[in-house]
């Protein structure tokens, strides 16, 4: 994801990468962290400025992992 600003005396460019996960509930907020953290990772070491969103389904994701 890349964004440029610009201001009358510059133009920055401003780049991220995003994991991120649902939140289901009877999952610890720990579990939920680490899996937004894994989506993170995946993203940057795929060419990064993009994003990734876990899967709702735990079994899924977990069957995956």
Do not use: Q
Not at 7 to 30: L, Q, Y
């Amino acid at each position: 994801m890349n964004w440029t600003v610009s201001t009358p005396t510059k133009t920055i460019r401003i780049a991220t990468s995003v994991g991120a996960a649902i939140i289901v509930p009877g999952h610890s907020s720990k579990d939920i962290f680490a899996k937004a953290d894994r989506d993170l990772y995946e993203v940057k070491s795929s060419g990064k400025n993009g994003f990734r969103i876990a899967p709702s389904s735990w079994s899924r994701c977990e069957a995956a992992l």
